[in-house]
């Protein structure tokens, strides 16, 4: 492992694939010099819409859609019953139109994003945190015509047609 990292801080020192020193000698502080300029802050997230996406246009006309992603985690709890995750997602420009147009509530979506956490002044005056994951891009993962608008709108079958008569009860 550590030849490996020594070979990839050569690399990053533009010194080529060999550094004048051995591969197997590994100063401490050239280590941690080069792990601080590689942090990594991604998300990949696959789940369900918990409702339609909501789209905005900010005043100079970009797009923004937020949603909510439904994310089962992996263990059961202690009883054995599965948890779920509800992780806010906000997705802009054109990719927000996209969602809009073509997710809704149980659309099952993959997101790829980063952590964002910002805060702001409530109207009280108290300032309040929100983390959400905003998301570089978002693959629909549902076939294609599998969601036609929303739930009411979606047909199970076919249609077929009775009357009150041929209800038993």
């Given at each position: 492992m550590a030849a490996v990292l020594c070979r990839r801080l050569?690399?990053?020192?533009?010194?080529?694939s060999?550094?004048?020193?051995p591969v197997h000698i590994l100063y401490r502080k050239e280590f941690f010099d080069w792990a601080v300029d590689f942090m990594l802050n991604r998300?990949?997230?696959i789940g369900r819409l918990t409702r339609d996406p909501e789209l905005k246009y900010t005043t100079n006309g970009t797009a923004v859609a937020s949603f909510t992603l439904a994310v089962d985690r992996f263990r059961n709890n202690?009883?054995?019953?599965?948890?779920?995750?509800?992780?806010?997602?906000?997705v802009w420009q054109k990719q927000?139109?996209?969602?809009?147009?073509?997710?809704?509530?149980?659309?099952?979506?993959?997101?790829?994003?980063r952590i964002q956490v910002r805060s702001y002044d409530a109207k009280d005056g108290t300032r309040r945190?929100?983390?959400e994951v905003v998301a570089e891009t978002v693959r629909f993962l549902?076939?294609?015509?599998?969601?036609?608008?929303s739930p009411e709108d979606r047909s199970v079958g076919n249609e077929i047609g009775f009357s009150d008569e041929d209800i038993p009860f």
């Open positions: 050569c690399r990053s020192r533009g010194q080529g060999f550094s004048r020193r998300v990949i997230l202690a009883q054995g019953e599965k948890e779920t995750d509800f992780i806010p997602i906000v927000a139109e996209n969602c809009a147009n073509y997710l809704g509530k149980g659309s099952l979506a993959a997101v790829d994003g945190w929100v983390t549902d076939k294609k015509g599998e969601r036609s608008g």
